[in-house]
């Protein structure tokens, strides 16, 4: 505390009081949390009061049709995004793709599943290329939690569960979303499309039970679904992500088209 300068007290005359009780030093369980004298905490649960905040949020854009995420074929070979479970880097290699009637098609057994980028500032085309890692067997999850933009990001297996998970946050002007067999689940973030004004307890179990839903349902093999789809978008970090602009490459730091032209 001395050291950073934290204002913060240590239990000295004059300090704030800011401390917790425990009646367990090994295991530290934490009783009551003070705050300059104030109870704020106790057996787990905030006291701290709920102040209702405006909605500040941007999102101009009106529901797509699945139609927005066919990838008419023009090329033999794609690149493809390689997701690494727990890292926010990632590879990028390039395969043939699964083709369906002229389109482009995600291919869950080779795991090479469609992903997309929509702008949520303005209407526009979606950004769309191939994504390694996610494990998904059915439907599609989505985030608008996507670094720097924020834009909404989505993986899916089919263009009709890519298209309900990314309505489901545009009509909710933010939020996570999932989607398997037709059913939509999504955890609103109406503030900024990031941000939720509701209770953190229930907001905790809804993340939850979508995390569990993606997992046990969709299928996807990695340990935290949401957080890894969130940095697809970040342009900053190698080697190979998705913006509303089209796939980018970290490392030589120049957009790069989907079909690879031999």
């Not at 007290?9 to 030093?25: E, K, M, Q, S, Y």
């Not at 990028?92 to 098609?105: H, Q, S, W």
Request: glycine residues 8%.
């Amino acid at each position: 505390v001395a050291h950073y300068g934290l204002d913060v007290g240590l239990l000295r005359v004059g300090d704030p009081a800011d401390f917790i009780t425990t009646d367990d030093i090994k295991h530290f369980t934490r009783i009551t949390t003070y705050i300059n004298g104030e109870k704020v905490a106790e057996n787990g649960r905030s006291l701290i009061k709920s102040f209702g905040s405006p909605s500040v949020n941007s999102f101009n854009i009106e529901p797509i049709s699945e139609s927005a995420f066919e990838i008419p074929v023009s090329g033999s070979r794609i690149r493809v995004i390689k997701a690494l479970n727990g890292e926010i880097v990632t590879k990028g290699f390039e395969v043939e793709p699964l083709i369906e009637n002229g389109l482009a098609v995600s291919d869950s057994d080779r795991d090479i599943l469609k992903i997309s980028v929509v702008n949520r500032y303005q209407q526009t085309q979606p950004a769309l290329a191939f994504i390694n890692g996610f494990g998904l067997r059915k439907g599609a999850l989505a985030t608008c939690v996507g670094h720097d933009s924020h834009n909404i990001i989505a993986v899916g297996v089919d263009d009709t569960s890519m298209a309900g998970v990314v309505n489901a946050i545009i009509s909710n002007c933010g939020g996570i979303a999932a989607m398997a067999d037709n059913s939509v689940k999504v955890l609103p973030l109406p503030v900024a499309g990031i941000m939720t004004d509701e209770d953190a307890y229930q907001t905790a179990h809804r993340y939850n039970e979508l995390d569990r839903f993606v997992k046990e349902i969709l299928g996807t093999t990695l340990s935290a679904p949401f957080m890894t789809l969130s940095f697809m978008a970040l342009l900053v970090i190698p080697s190979l992500k998705l913006s509303d602009l089209g796939l980018f490459d970290g490392e030589t730091f120049e957009f790069k088209p989907l079909f690879v032209q031999s």
